[in-house]
């Protein structure tokens, strides 16, 4: 059973950088047929991808996030992170990690953390 688990500061302000990390048990090989993934979910604009990385390292990104987004991988810690730079309050929401297949399918998620842009 693959367990995906989010984490993150909870709040940060305006401006800065919001750093979140997923830790993955569970999962076993170095298949490149998954996506691990950062979607995020914020009242009236429903769930948005935010971007991926493969286990080889090659990542892809949403457009309208991809000019202030970095994800990156550790396997040795079986982690992966999202850094949203220029963070402003339309930043507020629930962000979650999850495991996308070949078929652009979620089959695993993470319960997802909210992290709040405010002064």
């Known amino acids: 059973q693959v367990q995906l688990q989010e984490s993150g500061p909870g709040l940060v302000k305006p401006s800065q950088t919001l750093s979140l990390t997923c830790t993955v048990s569970?999962?076993?090989?170095?298949?490149?047929?998954?996506?691990w993934t950062w979607f995020r979910q914020s009242p009236g604009l429903g769930l948005q991808w935010i971007g991926s990385?493969?286990?080889?390292?090659?990542?892809y990104y949403s457009p309208p996030f991809k000019t202030r987004t970095s994800v990156s991988g550790d396997t040795s810690k079986n982690q992966f992170t999202l850094l949203l730079d220029s963070v402003s309050p339309e930043d507020t929401a629930v962000y979650y990690c999850a495991r996308v297949g070949a078929s652009f399918e979620v089959d695993y998620w993470g319960k997802g953390t909210l992290d709040t842009v405010s002064s």
């Open positions: 990385i493969t286990y080889s390292g090659s990542t």
């Open positions: 569970g999962a076993s090989g170095t298949a490149n047929t998954y996506y």
